[in-house]
C-alpha cells in the first residue's frame, strides 16, 4: 500500500516530468513563431537543457473545447512580486553574462582519472564542488571549459524548488531574478553520463536536461536527499557551503510556491575550476 507521503513524491516528480515536457513544447513554439516574424536574432532553444521555470509553463493539463470557448477577458498588468531581503545575501558583483556560443562540444582536456575543484562565488556567500571526471568525463570536461570562458558568470540561480524535489538550479545565461528564463545554453548539447543507479542526496550536483542527450551548461545543486529518476547527470558533490544554499532554499521562492525564482537574487559573481 502508498503512504501518503510516497504519493506526495511521486506526484511531485511527475509534476517535474510534466514541466519538463511543457518547456520543451514552449521552445519549440518559440522557435517557430520566430522563423515566421523573421527575427534577427537567433533564439537559443533547448541549447542548455533543463527543466526550466518559465512563466506560461505551468498551464493547466485541461484540454478546452474550442467550439464552447468564451472570449478572452481584458488583459490586466500582472502583479509584480515583491522581491524581500536574504540575511546573508548582498549586492552582486557588476557585470553581466557573455552569453559565448559554439557549435560543437568542447574537445576532451581533462584528465579523466581526475577530480576537478570548483569555486562559485556567490552574493549570497561561497560553494566549493568536487567535481568527478572518471564517472563523468564529458561533462566535467564542458563544465571546465565553460567556467574558464567565464560563461557562468554573473548569471543568475534561477530555479529553486522546495517540495518533493530539493534543487537550486543555474546555468542559463538567459535567466533573470523576475522575467522568464531557463532555455538559455552554451550552443552545444552532449550525452548523458554516469546514470545507471543514479541517485540525488543532499550535496548533489546533476545536469539539468530536456530529455535524453540534451545536457548544456544548466546544473542544479541538491540541498536535500531528493527523489528523482535516474535521468540527470550527477557529476559532483558539494564541499563547502551547503549551509549557503539551504540559507538561499529557506527564503523561499520569489512567487511564494514551491517552484520559482528564489526569493534571494543569486548571483555567481565568478565560477572556476581546476585540477586537483
Known amino acids: 500500500m502508498v503512504s501518503s507521503e510516497q504519493r506526495r513524491r511521486q506526484l511531485a516528480r511527475e509534476k517535474y516530468e510534466r514541466q519538463m515536457e511543457r518547456r520543451v513544447a514552449a521552445a519549440a513554439a518559440r522557435k517557430r513563431r520566430n522563423t515566421i516574424l523573421g527575427a534577427a536574432l537567433a533564439v537559443v532553444v533547448?541549447?542548455?537543457?533543463?527543466?526550466?521555470?518559465?512563466?506560461?509553463?505551468?498551464?493547466?493539463?485541461?484540454?478546452?473545447?474550442?467550439?464552447?470557448?468564451?472570449?478572452?477577458?481584458?488583459?490586466?498588468?500582472?502583479?509584480?512580486?515583491?522581491?524581500?531581503?536574504?540575511?546573508?545575501?548582498?549586492?552582486?558583483?557588476?557585470?553581466?553574462?557573455?552569453?559565448?556560443?559554439?557549435?560543437?562540444?568542447?574537445?576532451?582536456?581533462?584528465?579523466?582519472?581526475a577530480t576537478y575543484a570548483v569555486t562559485m562565488d556567490t552574493n549570497c556567500g561561497k560553494v566549493t564542488l568536487s567535481l568527478d571526471a572518471a564517472k563523468a568525463p564529458h561533462t566535467v570536461n564542458s563544465f571546465a571549459f565553460l567556467a574558464g570562458e567565464q560563461y557562468f558568470d554573473h548569471t543568475k540561480c534561477h530555479r529553486l524548488t522546495t517540495d518533493g524535489i530539493f534543487v537550486l538550479q543555474c546555468g542559463d545565461p538567459t535567466a533573470s531574478a523576475t522575467a522568464p528564463g531557463g532555455t538559455g545554453g552554451p550552443g552545444y548539447k552532449f550525452a548523458d553520463e554516469n546514470l545507471t543507479g543514479a541517485t540525488y542526496p543532499a550535496g548533489t550536483v546533476a545536469m539539468a536536461n530536456a530529455g535524453p542527450g540534451t545536457n548544456g551548461s544548466q546544473f542544479f545543486l541538491v540541498y536535500k536527499d531528493t527523489e528523482l529518476p535516474p535521468n540527470y547527470t550527477p557529476f559532483g558533490k558539494i564541499t563547502g557551503g551547503l549551509d549557503v544554499v539551504q540559507k538561499i532554499a529557506a527564503a523561499g521562492t520569489l512567487e511564494g510556491g514551491t517552484d520559482g525564482h528564489p526569493m534571494a537574487d543569486v548571483t555567481l559573481n565568478s565560477v572556476t575550476a581546476a585540477k586537483g
Open 46 to 113: 533547448l541549447a542548455g537543457g533543463g527543466t526550466l521555470f518559465a512563466t506560461g509553463v505551468f498551464d493547466s493539463d485541461d484540454k478546452k473545447d474550442s467550439t464552447t470557448a468564451q472570449a478572452a477577458p481584458t488583459p490586466t498588468e500582472p502583479s509584480v512580486p515583491t522581491r524581500k531581503p536574504v540575511e546573508g545575501c548582498g549586492e552582486a558583483a557588476p557585470g553581466t553574462p557573455n552569453g559565448k556560443q559554439w557549435q560543437a562540444e568542447p574537445a576532451m582536456t581533462v584528465d579523466a582519472k
